[in-house]
T-cell receptor, first 112, second 111 residues
Framework: SQTIHQWPATLVQPVGSPLSLECTVE??????LYWYRQAAGRGLQLLFY??????ISSEVPQNLSASRPQDRQFILSSKKLLLSDSGFYLC???????????FGPGTRLTVT | GQNIDQPTEMTATEGAIVQINCTYQ??????LFWYQQHAGEAPTFLSY????GLEEKGRFSSFLSRSKGYSYLLLKELQMKDSASYLC????????????FGDGTTLTVKP
């Protein structure tokens, strides 16, 4: 069966510090991978998606970047965090051409 | 672009039926999802509609009218555990399966 892991679960970082969130998927090959951010009381905003190793599409201009160094690994990074980067970050995967996305447990990031 | 509208909050009584509406205006359409999200947790998939009509799955049903840009999620025999946020999302990218999410409807079920 397929599983998706995200870590850490919670993170408190000062403004200006770097960020690295990792997401890994098990039990499937060549998945589509996604990073979303959810602000309090809001829906999910798609940040990045990837259809293959090294292939990253950015949906909104921002202070973040993403990388996919391996087939089932997706990393979200920032060189210098802003207060506005606070939120609930969710990684998701999907079988290409399928419609359902499966979400990881999420990382709650607070930038202070 | 995409625009998705849902009511912000709804309240219903245990055992009752509730309908959560979603309207959308999109530049492309490849299906509509409903997800359930409990506070502090990740969303979980409830339903997917790509053709007009009603899809029933246990206590939950979802309806789609593409011509009207309208969907609803129907929850029957409400239980306390149904208290959650319900997210409507439109799939607009056939290749990468990109979806645009509404802000969600927070449903509170009262005894």
């Amino acid at each position: 069966s397929q599983t998706i892991h995200q870590w850490p679960a919670t993170l408190v970082q000062p403004v200006g510090s770097p960020l690295s969130l990792e997401c890994t998927v098990e039990g499937t090959s060549n998945p589509n991978l996604y990073w979303y951010r959810q602000a309090a009381g809001r829906g999910l905003q798609l940040l990045f998606y990837s259809v293959g190793i090294g292939q990253i599409s950015s949906e909104v201009p921002q202070n973040l970047s993403a990388s996919r160094p391996q087939d089932r690994q997706f990393i979200l990074s920032s060189k210098k965090l802003l207060l506005s980067d606070s939120g609930f970050y969710l990684c998701a995967w999907a079988v290409p051409s399928s419609y359902e996305q499966y979400f990881g447990p999420g990382t709650r990031l607070t930038v202070t | 672009g995409q625009n998705i509208d849902q009511p912000t909050e709804m309240t219903a009584t245990e055992g009752a039926i509730v309908q959560i509406n979603c309207t959308y205006q999109t530049s492309g359409f490849n299906g509509l999802f409903w997800y359930q999200q409990h506070a502090g947790e990740a969303p979980t998939f409830l339903s997917y509609n790509v053709l007009d009509g009603l899809e029933e799955k246990g206590r939950f049903s979802s309806f789609l009218s593409r011509s009207k840009g309208y969907s609803y999620l129907l929850l029957k025999e409400l239980q306390m555990k149904d208290s959650a946020s319900y997210l409507c999302a439109v799939r607009d990218g056939a290749n990468a399966g990109k979806s645009t999410f509404g802000d969600g409807t927070t449903l509170t079920v009262k005894p």
